[in-house]
């Protein structure tokens, strides 16, 4: 089985917008993995963060397999 990866880009970094982010990929199947800044020279604020979320890519089998259960 391989990693499937997402990454999320938001220039709107505060604590209720990340958490948002969070929430909204976990609740989709993605696993939080991290968090990485990118800052300005000129302020102590972050300027974007970028999220890392990870889920397990499923085969095409594994994808039928529901659609199969119902027939």
Do not use: C
């Not at 990929?25 to 990485?36: A, D, F, K, M, S």
């Not at 000129?42 to 039928?64: D, G, H």
Request: charged share 25%; no cysteine; net charge negative.
């Amino acid at each position: 089985m391989t990693t499937e990866y997402r990454y999320v880009e938001t220039s709107t970094v505060t604590d209720e917008e990340l958490t948002r982010l969070v929430n909204a990929n976990t609740h989709e199947g993605w696993h939080y993995e991290g968090v990485q800044f990118a800052m300005r020279e000129s302020s102590k604020r972050p300027a974007m963060a970028f999220l890392l979320f990870t889920r397990p890519e499923q085969t095409l089998e594994e994808e039928a397999a529901p659609i199969l259960d119902t027939l």
